[in-house]
């Protein structure tokens, strides 16, 4: 059983930075498979950067990277020049939709 999870949420400005990191309980996971999610409020679950960063979704191109460690099976989100519409709960995903998930982490921006 896989199991993964996410910390480095927080409540912050817009304009300011955060970093998401995911570790993973398995060590023979590759975190090439691996992607981050996340909910806004009242929304639906979203891709955000998918298959260890090789795509993003376009509203968080060019302020998000995706990067990992394989060794430490962790995986992380670098989020700058945070907006409001970022507010969102982030999931750690490994093996896509039908795969496993952490727990979540909580993003709040706000002035």
């Known amino acids: 059983q896989v199991q993964l999870v996410e910390s480095g949420g927080g409540l912050v400005q817009p304009g300011e930075s955060l970093r998401l990191s995911c570790v993973a309980s398995?060590?023979?996971?590759?975190?090439?498979?691996m992607s981050w999610y996340r909910q806004r409020p009242g929304k639906e679950r979203e891709l955000v950067a998918g298959?260890?960063?090789?795509n993003y979704t376009d509203s968080v191109k060019g302020r998000f990277t995706m990067s990992r460690d394989d060794a430490k099976k962790t995986v992380y989100l670098q989020m700058i020049n945070l907006e409001p519409e970022d507010t969102a709960v982030y999931y750690c995903?490994?093996?896509?939709?039908?795969?496993?998930w952490g727990q979540g982490t909580q993003v709040t921006v706000a002035s």
């Open positions: 398995e060590f023979a996971i590759s975190t090439a498979f």
């Open positions: 995903n490994y093996r896509g939709l039908s795969g496993y």
């Open positions: 298959r260890a960063g090789a």
